[in-house]
């Protein structure tokens, strides 16, 4: 009997862990390229790629900082027929922008002063009235005061019109009274009755005047 259990075959146990128990390596796959392996074929993978035609693109040269700014500077140095036609439109735009800038200041500036000084007109007007009187004859501080107003409204560059025996100027005279006259061919100022005033270039007031006719 002991013969014969002997001749049996004894069961066969495969260990299909994949973590030795012993050593608590992982073991390898049956029939999987090893890690060293699959790493060398990554690395030959990478080799191949960047000798592939697509790779061969960065044979070229690139262009560095320096290259672009000799390239700048050289074109500064030499311009093109097209940006020297830019940079005379740029020049003469500008140039277009200050002369409108300076004469909008200017209105701007003869504006404010005219509203300044229109509200001195009335006073102006009292002053030639009574000058008219007498009242300005001698060194009398009156006079000295009305001197000082005309000169301080002149430097703000007002400027007064409308004398007797200059042509009538329908642009600049108001005509209220007429008369018919033979020592005249054109119509001519007569007599101020209120004076005009410029600030300027600009109108500030016309002035109103008796006009003499010819008869």
Same mark, same amino acid.
């Given at each position: 009997?002991?013969?014969?259990? &002997? +001749?049996?075959?004894?069961?066969?146990?495969?260990?299909?862990?994949?973590?030795?128990?012993?050593? #608590?390596?992982?073991?390898?796959?049956p029939g999987a390229a090893p890690a060293a392996d699959a790493a060398s074929e990554g690395t030959e993978a990478d080799a191949a790629a960047s000798a592939s035609p697509e790779g061969d693109a960065g044979d070229e040269k690139e262009l560095t900082v320096d290259d672009i700014l000799n390239a700048a500077q050289a074109e500064v140095e030499d311009p093109t027929a097209e940006h020297l036609a830019d940079l005379k439109?740029? !020049? *003469?735009?500008?140039?277009?922008?200050?002369?409108?800038?300076? *004469?909008?200041?200017?209105?701007?500036?003869?504006?404010?002063?005219?509203?300044?000084?229109?509200?001195?007109?009335?006073?102006? $007007?009292?002053? $030639?009235?009574?000058?008219?009187?007498? +009242?300005?004859?001698?060194? !009398?501080?009156?006079?000295?005061? =009305? =001197?000082?107003?005309?000169?301080?409204?002149?430097?703000?560059?007002? !400027?007064?019109?409308? *004398?007797? #025996?200059?042509?009538? +100027?329908? &642009? &600049?005279?108001? *005509?209220?009274? &007429?008369?018919?006259?033979?020592?005249?061919?054109?119509?001519?100022? =007569? +007599?101020?009755?209120?004076?005009?005033?410029?600030?300027?270039?600009?109108?500030?007031?016309?002035?109103?005047?008796?006009?003499?006719?010819? =008869?």
């Amino acid at each position: 009997m002991a013969d014969e259990n &002997q +001749d049996h075959d004894e069961p066969v146990i495969r260990d299909k862990r994949r973590i030795d128990p012993e050593t #608590g390596e992982v073991r390898p796959v049956p029939g999987a390229a090893p890690a060293a392996d699959a790493a060398s074929e990554g690395t030959e993978a990478d080799a191949a790629a960047s000798a592939s035609p697509e790779g061969d693109a960065g044979d070229e040269k690139e262009l560095t900082v320096d290259d672009i700014l000799n390239a700048a500077q050289a074109e500064v140095e030499d311009p093109t027929a097209e940006h020297l036609a830019d940079l005379k439109r740029v !020049t *003469a735009e500008y140039a277009n922008y200050r002369k409108r800038t300076e *004469a909008n200041r200017e209105v701007e500036r003869e504006r404010a002063i005219g509203a300044a000084v229109s509200v001195l007109l009335p006073v102006l $007007d009292d002053l $030639d009235r009574a000058e008219k009187h007498g +009242d300005l004859e001698g060194d !009398t501080p009156f006079a000295t005061i =009305a =001197a000082k107003l005309r000169a301080s409204v002149e430097k703000l560059g007002l !400027t007064p019109f409308g *004398a007797v #025996g200059e042509p009538f +100027d329908p &642009q &600049q005279h108001e *005509a209220i009274f &007429q008369q018919h006259s033979d020592e005249v061919e054109v119509d001519t100022v =007569a +007599d101020v009755v209120e004076t005009g005033y410029m600030l300027g270039g600009t109108l500030l007031r016309v002035a109103k005047v008796v006009v003499k006719t010819p =008869a």
